[in-house]
């Protein structure tokens, strides 16, 4: 990988793990990010200011350089940057068109429909008469009503009557930039997740994941673990949806984070996206597989053939579970946060995100997080159990 230079969009907390699986490769990384400060510049071997939101803009900053690869993980906002720089330069990757579907839940799920994978009755709609016709249409409530373009369980409403349907529309409407919503059938069973990874086409591995669920205006995961407890059958089920899905999208030489739900033993696909997901399911796959998750998105980017690095993993997985520290009931300024317990062997990460005299939230989504933790162990019992002591050694004061 000598000589190699890497486009990294990004440079949060979610993008840290690439520059480190690029600077332990030997690969030059050049962070585009607007100039907040975010804590990856450190990493970084060069700078490029720019809105990883706004593909133009980034077409335009990046003309200058020189790179043989772009990449990004855990978040969704420079997809289409990402998808028009490797039309543009022939690099690894899917196309904007991909990422269009990515970022826009209604034109998802029609590509979804039209190649027949399973996924929940939907319609869309721009008014509250259009509402209550879609929701005619689709049968009966409890229905969800989705802002199309967001992501972290941001403008996603449940409702169980018209009232609560009515209030969920306008309060996505505001939240959207778009002048439409989609509003799909609630179905009631188990939610879990996969994350998988295609490289040439075909997929590495398809690896699903257990949530842990907060309930807030709807569910959030507000963590995650494998493995996730499934009879062979819906093992299946699961890698067939998912390939399906990711053909549907045209995903190609990325990570895909796919929520999924299980109805009387039917898979649906909620929705997916062409990146590795986020709060910690990199971590968790790299635990579950005895590889780091990061060195195969970083490789694949700059064109390297993955499968010998995916050979090299450890083929006795493990069990692993991620969790984050939120505020539940409380807003305010941060006066103090911190753990007071022993660093074992068994935690993989802990890190926190805020600092005195941060504004926290209460948790409402992923944004809101305060820290995560992850560990390893040998079954979801005893990981339960590691992350349920950590977390009652983790004080938090609030103003």
């Known amino acids: 990988m000598k000589n190699k230079r890497l486009l990294v969009l990004g440079a949060g907390r979610g993008q840290i793990g690439l520059y480190k699986s690029a600077v332990k490769m030997g690969i030059k990384t050049i962070a585009v990010t607007l100039p907040d400060n975010p804590p990856c510049l450190s990493l970084a071997d060069e700078i490029c200011y720019a809105n990883i939101a706004n593909p133009d803009e980034v077409e335009e900053k990046v003309s200058d350089l020189t790179f043989n690869g772009v990449a990004t993980s855990c978040f969704d906002c420079g997809l289409r940057s990402l998808g028009r720089l490797c039309d543009k330069y022939s690099l690894p990757g899917y196309s904007e068109a991909t990422a269009i579907l990515c970022n826009d839940k209604f034109k998802m799920k029609q590509r979804l429909e039209e190649y027949g994978v399973n996924t929940a009755a939907f319609r869309q709609i721009h008014s509250e008469d259009e509402l209550l016709d879609a929701i005619s249409a689709i049968g009966s409530y409890p229905v969800i009503i989705k802002a199309t373009d967001l992501a972290g369980s941001k403008g996603i409403y449940k409702a169980e009557n018209q009232e609560e349907a009515i209030?969920?529309?306008?309060e996505?409407?505001?939240?959207?930039?778009?002048?439409?919503?989609?509003?799909?059938?609630?179905?009631?069973?188990?939610?879990?997740?996969?994350?998988?990874?295609?490289?040439?086409?075909?997929?590495?591995f398809v690896m699903p994941h257990g949530d842990l669920l907060y309930h807030a205006a709807t569910a959030i995961p507000i963590g995650h673990y494998v493995p996730f407890d499934c009879t062979n059958e819906m093992s299946r089920?699961?890698?067939?949806?998912?390939?399906?899905?990711?053909?549907?999208?045209?995903?190609?030489?990325?990570?895909?984070?796919?929520?999924?739900?299980?109805?009387?033993?039917?898979?649906?696909?909620?929705?997916?996206?062409?990146?590795?997901?986020?709060?910690?399911?990199?971590?968790?796959?790299?635990?579950?597989?005895?590889?780091?998750?990061?060195?195969?998105?970083?490789?694949?980017a700059v064109g390297m053939d993955v499968t010998e690095l995916w050979n090299k993993r450890n083929k006795k997985t493990m069990a692993g579970m991620a969790k984050m520290i939120i505020s539940p009931n409380k807003s305010g300024a941060l006066d103090n946060i911190g753990y007071t317990g022993e660093m074992h062997e068994y935690i993989y990460d802990m890190t926190f995100f805020v600092k005195h005299g941060t504004q926290v939230h209460k948790f409402s989504n992923s944004s809101h997080c305060l820290a995560q933790v992850v560990v390893s162990g040998e079954d979801y019992k005893e990981c339960e159990e590691r992350i349920d002591n950590i977390s009652k050694q983790i004080f938090i004061d609030i103003k």
């Open 167 to 170: 209030f969920g529309f306008h």
């Open 237 to 300: 089920k699961i890698e067939v949806e998912t390939q399906k899905a990711i053909s549907a999208l045209g995903l190609n030489n990325c990570a895909v984070n796919i929520d999924f739900i299980e109805e009387n033993g039917k898979v649906y696909v909620l929705e997916l996206s062409g990146r590795a997901g986020a709060n910690c399911l990199p971590e968790l796959t790299s635990i579950h597989f005895g590889i780091d998750y990061y060195d195969l998105i970083v490789a694949t």
């Open 172 to 204: 996505a409407m505001a939240d959207t930039k778009k002048d439409y919503l989609i509003v799909e059938k609630f179905l009631k069973g188990r939610e879990f997740g996969a994350q998988a990874f295609v490289s040439n086409g075909k997929p590495l």
